[in-house]
C-alpha cells in the first residue's frame, strides 16, 4: 500500500517518459522478433549472369526456377514464393548447361556463387558461364535412300529446294543438335509434298573436337509414292459419305501431300454440319495406295440460338435464331434470324449451299424486311441478297453480291436537295469485297484489309444511279506480354451524277462507340439547324459522299492484378465531307479518351469516355451565337460488349 501511494505521487512527466519507454520497448521487440522471423528465412532478392555473351540474361532467366520477387511484390513484402533454394540453384546450374549444350557450346562451364545485399537474408544469385568455343559445321551432305526417280521428284521440288535453303544446318553455323528435330520436320514435309507419305529422316554428325567442326548427313528415306485410292469414313452420317468425301477437296487417283490433308481437315473442320472432323492415314501398306481415314461428328440438324446484349447506343438488344443444318440430307443450311433493338428491327432468312464449284466457294441468299431508326432519318425496306463468296485461303476471302431493296425513307430534316420529309426509291446494286487477314487466332494480330466497291443500278433498276468504294485497314501490334498497339484507318467515297442528291442511307455518317468516340452515333460531320415554331431544337446530321476516320488505341491487360481487367487510352479522327469542295472547310477532328474492359464470358465489357479536341459550334450545340448546350457536349460516353475495332 505504501508502495502503491507512492507511485501514485509521481510527477505527471515521469509518467509520461514511463509510459513512452515502456511502448517503445515493446516495439523493438516486435521489429526484432519480425528481423529475426526474416533472418531465417533467406530470400532471393536478385539473380545475375555473368560471361553470358550468346544468350542475355531475359532469355536464360525463362529456363531456370530460381527468380526473383518483383518491385511490387518487394515493396508490399510478398517474398515467401522466392525462398533460396540452393539444390534448386544447383540443378540450374544444369539447366543452363544443357541449354547451351544443345546449341553447340558443348565446352561450357557453369558455376554460381551466393552474395549477400545490406541485409542479411536478402541474397544475390550469380551465374558464372564460361561458354567456351562453339562447335561449327563445316559441311553439310545430303543423300537418298531412294529410287532414281524418286530422287529427281524430290530434289526438282520447290519444297525440297525452300527445304535446302532454309534448314539450320548451314556450313558455318554452329551445329545445334537442338535444331535436328526441325530440320528432320522440314526434309520430311518437303517429300510428303511431293507424295512420299511414310518419309523418314535420319541425321549423323563426326564431330572433331580439335577443330572444333563437325560434318553433318541428312540421309532422306522417301519410301513408296502415295495416291489417295479410297475413303474410310467413320460416325453416324445423316448426309451421303459422297458429301464428305466432296468436302474434302481430294481426288481418287491423286498424289498424296501433306498440305492437301491439312486443307481436307480443315474444310470438314470448318462446315457448319460437321461439329468434328479427323483425317489420317493409316500405317504403311507395301503397295503405292492410300486409304484416306475420316473420323465425323455432326452437329444437331436443328437448334435454336439466343443471344441478348446491351450498349450506349442500341441500349437493349437481343436475337433470335433458328436452324437446319442439313435440308434434305444436302448438307444445305437454311436459317431465319429476328433481331431488336432501340435502332433497328430486322426479319431475315438465309438459305446456304456450302459448295457450289468447289470447297472454297459457296452460295448464300438472304430475303429480309428491316425498320431502322437514326438521329438523320428512319426507313421501312423490304429487300434481298445473293452472295458468292470464295476462301482463296484461310486468310483471304473474296465475295460479289446482288442486293435489291425496296425502301421507304423518312429524312429527319427537310432540305433542299430533299424537298419531301418521305422519299420511296428502289436499289439494286453489285457488291465485291475482300478480307485479307495475318492472323488466324481469335485474338487480334498482324494486319487486317478489307476493300470494297459497289456499282449500284447496272440494270437501271435502281432510283440513284452511284458507286461507291470504301477500305477499311488496321494493324495489331503486340508490344510486350501485356500491351497492345491497335490502329485503324477508314476511308470511302461515292461517285454519283444525281443532282438531287442521294438519300441519307446511302450516305456516310461518322462517329459513336466504334468510331470516333468524343462524338455520339453518327453526329461527327455536316449538320443542319432543326428550326420548330421558331426555335432552335438542335442539330441533326445528314451526313456526306467522302468520309475518314482514324483510330489508335493502347491496350493494356491488368490480368495479373485483377482478372479479366484491362484499360485503354486513345486518340481517334476523323471527318465527313458532302462533296470534295468542302474539305478545306471541314478539317479533320479530333477525339481523345480512355476506358476499361473486362472479359467476360460473352466477350469484352468496354466503358469508353471520349472528349472533343477541337469541335465546331454545331457540335457544342450553338446556334447563332447562343450556347443551347452545356460542358457535357464535349463528352462523349459509350458502353458496348466487343472491342472497338
Known amino acids: 500500500m505504501i508502495i502503491n501511494s507512492h507511485l501514485y505521487r509521481l510527477p505527471g512527466s515521469t509518467l509520461i517518459i514511463l509510459a513512452f519507454l515502456t511502448v517503445n520497448f515493446v516495439c523493438s521487440s516486435l521489429i526484432f522478433a519480425q528481423t529475426n522471423a526474416e533472418e531465417r528465412e533467406e530470400v532471393v532478392w536478385k539473380v545475375e549472369f555473368e560471361g553470358n555473351e550468346t544468350y542475355s540474361g531475359m532469355v536464360l532467366r525463362e529456363i531456370i526456377a530460381t527468380d526473383r520477387p518483383s518491385i511490387f511484390n518487394k515493396i ?8 533460396l533454394r540452393e539444390n534448386e540453384i544447383r540443378r540450374d546450374v544444369i539447366r543452363i548447361s544443357r541449354y547451351y549444350e544443345r546449341r553447340g557450346f558443348d565446352q561450357v562451364n557453369v558455376n554460381y556463387r551466393i552474395e549477400e545485399r545490406r541485409k542479411e537474408w536478402r541474397k544475390e544469385v550469380v551465374f558464372e558461364i564460361e561458354e567456351g568455343e562453339p562447335l561449327r559445321i563445316r559441311d553439310v551432305n545430303i543423300t537418298f535412300d531412294a529410287s532414281d526417280e524418286s530422287e529427281e521428284i524430290i530434289r526438282s521440288s520447290r519444297d525440297f529446294q525452300r527445304a535446302l535453303n532454309r534448314h539450320d544446318f548451314q556450313p558455318g553455323s554452329r551445329y545445334q543438335t537442338i535444331r535436328s528435330s526441325d530440320v528432320e520436320g522440314l526434309f520430311i514435309r518437303a517429300m510428303e509434298e511431293s507424295g512420299y507419305a511414310y518419309a523418314e529422316v535420319d541425321i549423323t554428325a563426326d564431330v572433331d573436337s580439335l577443330t572444333r567442326s563437325a560434318s553433318v548427313e541428312i540421309l532422306n528415306i522417301a519410301g513408296p509414292r502415295k495416291t489417295f485410292t479410297s475413303f474410310d469414313i467413320e460416325g453416324d452420317l445423316s448426309v451421303d ?186 436499289t439494286g446494286s453489285f457488291v465485291i469485297s475482300g478480307y485479307y487477314g495475318t492472323g488466324l487466332s481469335r485474338n487480334e494480330e498482324g494486319w487486317v484489309v478489307q476493300p470494297s466497291v459497289e456499282f449500284s443500278s447496272v440494270f437501271s433498276e435502281g432510283t440513284y444511279t452511284y458507286q461507291k468504294a470504301t477500305l477499311d485497314i488496321r494493324r495489331y501490334t503486340e508490344i510486350s506480354s501485356t500491351l497492345m498497339l491497335a490502329k485503324r484507318v477508314q ?59 482514324f483510330n489508335i488505341e493502347l491496350r493494356q491487360s491488368l490480368h495479373s492484378l485483377i482478372r479479366g481487367f484491362g484499360i485503354a487510352a486513345f486518340l481517334d479522327g476523323g471527318q465527313v465531307w458532302r462533296s470534295l469542295e468542302d474539305i478545306e472547310d471541314r478539317p479533320v477532328q479530333f477525339g481523345v479518351g480512355g476506358g476499361v474492359r473486362y472479359d467476360s464470358p460473352i466477350g469484352p465489357v468496354r466503358v469508353d469516355v471520349g472528349y472533343k479536341v477541337n469541335p465546331m459550334d454545331e457540335d457544342l450545340n450553338r446556334f447563332n451565337g447562343v450556347d443551347y448546350g452545356g460542358s457535357m457536349n464535349r463528352i462523349g460516353i459509350h458502353f458496348s460488349i466487343g472491342q472497338a475495332f
Open 76 to 83: 508490399l513484402g510478398r517474398t515467401s514464393d522466392y525462398v
Open 241 to 426: 459419305e459422297r458429301i464428305v468425301e466432296r468436302e474434302t477437296g481430294i481426288r481418287t487417283g491423286e498424289i498424296f501431300s501433306r498440305s492437301r490433308m491439312q486443307s481436307a481437315q480443315r474444310e470438314l473442320f470448318n462446315h457448319h454440319l460437321f461439329r468434328f472432323a479427323t483425317i489420317g492415314i493409316p500405317d504403311e501398306p507395301a503397295d503405292s495406295t492410300l486409304e484416306v481415314s475420316i473420323r465425323i461428328r455432326e452437329y444437331p440438324q436443328r437448334s435454336i440460338q439466343t443471344t441478348i446484349g446491351f450498349g450506349r447506343e442500341e441500349l437493349l438488344r437481343g436475337q433470335v435464331s433458328w436452324q437446319h443444318r442439313n435440308v434434305n440430307q444436302w448438307a444445305h443450311r437454311f436459317s431465319t434470324t429476328g433481331r431488336a433493338s432501340f435502332l433497328e428491327q430486322r426479319i431475315g432468312v438465309d438459305y446456304l449451299i456450302p459448295y457450289v464449284f468447289n470447297t472454297h466457294s459457296s452460295f448464300v441468299s438472304s430475303p429480309y424486311v428491316q425498320r431502322r431508326d437514326e438521329q438523320a432519318f428512319s426507313l421501312f425496306r423490304v429487300g434481298f441478297s445473293n452472295s458468292l463468296i470464295y476462301q482463296y485461303s484461310p486468310n483471304m476471302t473474296g465475295s460479289i453480291s446482288y442486293e435489291l431493296t425496296f425502301t421507304e425513307e423518312q429524312s429527319g430534316v427537310a432540305e433542299s436537295a430533299l424537298p419531301d420529309t418521305i422519299l420511296n426509291y428502289n
Open 491 to 549: 476511308g470511302g467515297a461515292i461517285f454519283t451524277t444525281e443532282d438531287a442528291g442521294l438519300p441519307s442511307n446511302i450516305r456516310f455518317f461518322s462517329g459513336g462507340t466504334n468510331s470516333i468516340r468524343g462524338w455520339s452515333r453518327q453526329t461527327l460531320g455536316p449538320k443542319v439547324a432543326l428550326i420548330e415554331d421558331g426555335e432552335f431544337k438542335g442539330y441533326v446530321p445528314i451526313g456526306g459522299r467522302k468520309h475518314l476516320n
